[in-house]
């Protein structure tokens, strides 16, 4: 998760930075890609995390980082706590972005309740978590963005996921109810990604396994973080003033089409 403070004067640094997207080089999963961008924008950015490992590394590559506060998404203590930290590191927050995800790739047969309790505490009862503590203190500001990270695999059916797809599923329609519910004080939109190639992804990949996934998607590549993050970007801005209640796709045209996005490409 990271939590920003988005100044007025970044829309413009938002629009010099188009050519910075693509030379991004990744490295980084979508979080880390997401506090990079924010960064460059002129952004205070926090980011929270579990692992002791991914704050290290985040917090020596992005040494101007406001805050790498450790919080469990799936522990209401924590997230209360962490929410604190960072209005008190930053001032305030503008924007939050929901980003923490698990995925543990089984047949349904074989899901155990354990297993689903995990999935669904981190990917929803996180989101729902992080959302209302930050929402409470937009509330009271008058003002705050909340982006969630979704998942084409919330809003059409993927095997072997099940318990993830859900868990996105209920993203998308906690997204759209929060936006209805806060609005007109704070945006609440949901970003879709499909398949994107986080150096975690990579390394479960074979090269063969990557190719062959990559000519299932019409664009024959997997999204970048970089990309993913530029969204998070527009949709925080003033840019995206009226933006609320939606769920941005950005997936190659992997589900546009039906059976037509699952061309092969020679
Ligand atoms: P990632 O590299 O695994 O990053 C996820 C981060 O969330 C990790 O640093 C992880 O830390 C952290 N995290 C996990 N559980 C947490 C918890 N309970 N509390 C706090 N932090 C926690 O994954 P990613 O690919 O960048 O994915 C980011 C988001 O995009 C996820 O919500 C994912 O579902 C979504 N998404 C990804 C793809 C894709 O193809 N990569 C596609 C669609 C949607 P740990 O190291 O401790 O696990």
Redesign the pocket.
């Known amino acids: 998760?990271v939590c920003t403070s988005y100044p007025k004067e970044s829309i413009d640094a938002r629009l010099e930075g188009q050519e910075r997207i693509g030379r991004g080089g990744g490295g980084?999963?979508?979080?880390?890609?997401t506090a990079t961008r924010f960064l460059e924008e002129g952004c205070t950015v926090c980011v929270?995390?579990?692992?002791a490992?991914?704050r290290e590394r985040?917090a020596t590559e992005l040494p101007a980082l406001s805050g790498v506060i450790d919080?469990?998404?799936?522990?209401f203590e924590?997230v209360q706590a962490a929410v604190g930290e960072a209005i008190e590191r930053m001032g305030s927050i503008d924007v939050v972005i929901?980003?923490?995800?698990?995925?543990i790739r089984h047949d349904f047969l074989d899901i155990t309740p354990e297993e689903w309790d995990e999935v669904l505490?981190?990917?929803l009862k996180?989101v729902f978590q992080v959302a209302q503590a930050a929402a409470r203190h937009m509330v009271a500001r008058g003002s705050g963005v909340i982006l969630n990270?979704?998942?084409?695999?919330g809003s059409t059916g993927y095997p072997h996921y099940a318990d993830?797809n859900a868990?996105?599923g209920g993203?998308i329609a906690l997204t759209q109810s929060l936006a209805l519910e806060l609005a007109p004080v704070v945006r609440v939109n949901a970003?879709?990604?499909?398949?994107?190639?986080?150096?975690?992804?990579r390394a479960e990949y074979s090269d063969a396994m990557l190719d062959a996934v990559n000519r299932k998607i019409p664009f024959g590549r997997?999204?970048r973080?970089e990309e993913?993050a530029a969204l998070f970007a527009f949709l925080a801005s003033e840019d995206a003033g009226f933006a609320t209640g939606h769920v941005y796709v950005m997936d190659g045209a992997e589900t546009t089409g039906g059976l037509c996005s699952q061309w092969t490409h020679e």
């Open positions: 998760m980084s999963g979508i979080g880390q890609a929270l995390d579990r692992s490992e991914a985040v919080a469990d998404v799936s522990n924590q929901n980003n923490a995800g698990i995925s505490g981190v990917n996180g990270t979704a998942s084409t695999g993830y868990s996105k993203v970003v879709s990604p499909g398949f994107v190639l986080t150096p975690m992804q997997h999204a973080p993913i």
